[in-house]
């Protein structure tokens, strides 16, 4: 199977794609005013601060929108797959865009959701299941 493109591992975003070597998900956080945000970036959003960092979070969300692609958009990705719009718990409004791992006719808006990764090389791709608690 040909090999899946991967993220490169830019210095600002290195610890969310390497996060998973543990098993947590990692979330930039500001410590000025508690506010998590996704992408990182060097400035909080909400009060400009600088002083951001990875911070682990539960790994539980639900899910805000889909897509279903039946394109092979990536070498070693079978279609079709959900691509989500994942909401994770600790935020209204912090997503986290990627593959949902479910059964297509099983996907809908709302589900809860809870991540795992998928390991290629030195990336931990987040993926997120159905969270059947
Ligand atoms: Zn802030």
């Known amino acids: 199977m ?3 493109k991967l993220p490169r591992l830019e210095p600002e975003t290195a ?5 998973g070597a543990d098993g947590a998900l990692r979330i930039q956080r500001c410590a000025d005013c508690g ?7 060097p400035r909080c959003a909400r ?3 600088a002083a951001l ?14 897509t279903v692609n039946h394109e092979p958009w990536l070498p070693g990705l079978p279609v079709p ?6 909401e994770l718990a600790e935020q209204p409004q912090l997503y986290v865009f990627t ?4 059964p297509i006719e099983a996907v809908r808006v709302g589900m809860p959701l ?7 090389d030195d990336v931990w791709l987040p993926m997120f299941r159905e969270d059947p608690a």
């Open 81 to 86: 797959f959900v691509f989500g719009v994942v």
């Open 15 to 19: 610890f969310f794609w390497t996060s």
């Open 53 to 66: 960092s990875p911070e682990v979070v539960s790994g539980k969300g639900r899910l805000a929108s889909y």
């Open 2 to 4: 040909p090999a899946r």
């Open 47 to 49: 009060c400009h601060g």
């Open 99 to 102: 593959n949902v791992l479910a």
């Open 114 to 120: 809870a991540v795992g990764f998928e390991r290629h």
């Open 35 to 41: 506010t998590y945000q996704h992408p990182p970036f």
